[in-house]
């Protein structure tokens, strides 16, 4: 079983910064290592889409709308993965999910990030 805890959602201004965390846990751990962490993200009526995956090894890869705002990070020894999102836009507003790779997809639970003035 793994379990992933996100934390750090809100609202902000236009303009403004948010960080996202995601902590995984489980006993799978000690046998398998974590493989890929990401976020992604779903606006009311609209799908859910990638936002950053970053590899174990730390190869980020990020959606173009994020690009040069967002910076996925990650701390192996921990199981836990960042997304600090700069410059902010209104059309950024989400629910942000964490996603972990262990063989097989794990998801979080999902926080909202609201950008509003």
């Known amino acids: 079983q793994v379990q992933l805890v996100e934390s750090g959602g809100g609202l902000v201004q236009p303009g403004g910064s948010l960080r996202l965390s995601c902590a995984a846990s489980?006993?799978?751990?000690?046998?398998?290592?974590?493989?890929?962490m990401g976020w992604y993200r779903q606006a009311p009526g609209k799908q859910r889409e990638l936002v950053a995956v970053?590899?174990?090894?730390?190869?980020?890869t990020y959606a173009d709308s994020v690009k040069g705002r967002f910076t996925i990070s990650r701390d192996n020894g921990k199981n836990t993965v960042y997304l600090q999102m700069n410059s902010l836009k209104p059309e950024d507003t989400a629910v942000y999910y964490c996603?972990?790779?262990?063989?097989?997809?794990?998801w979080g639970q999902g926080t909202q990030v609201t950008v509003s003035s």
């Open positions: 996603n972990a790779n262990i063989t097989l997809d794990y």
């Open positions: 489980g006993t799978i751990f000690r046998i398998i290592p974590m493989g890929s």
């Open positions: 970053i590899t174990r090894g730390g190869r980020a």
